[in-house]
């Protein structure tokens, strides 16, 4: 790992369908921050990959399924994503949360 600090005016920024804005805050060898703003009229469709995930909702209301339950977030909430498990994420209000990934997401260097 070469960069220490991150300038959230430079940062990687990826403009995503549906209006998604997804940000990389930062990253190390082994975790990754990113920020996410998802307008009312998206939403995280179900998926799974191998990186353990966490979410923090900064602003807006969404349900997150998780497996087979679905948890209501609200601001200052937070939630596990463990690897390989099938999650998504319905928004009810426009959504800005911060989400960690383990291992990073080399994808979303690219």
């Not at 940062?11 to 805050?25: D, E, M, P």
């Not at 602003?59 to 399924?65: D, M, V």
């Amino acid at each position: 790992m070469n960069q220490i600090y991150f300038d959230h005016s430079s940062v990687k920024t990826a403009q995503l369908a549906g209006g998604i804005v997804r940000k990389v805050l930062a990253y190390s060898d082994t975790v990754m921050t990113t920020y996410w703003e998802v307008p009312l009229e998206a939403s995280i469709p179900m998926h799974a990959h191998p990186h353990e995930q966490m979410s923090i909702v900064i602003s807006g209301k969404a349900e997150y399924t998780v497996g087979d339950k679905v948890y209501p977030m609200n601001p200052g909430d937070s939630i596990v994503m463990p690897p390989n498990v099938p999650h998504c994420v319905k928004v009810l209000e426009p959504l800005v949360a911060i989400d960690v990934f383990s291992p990073i997401r080399e994808d979303f260097l690219k």
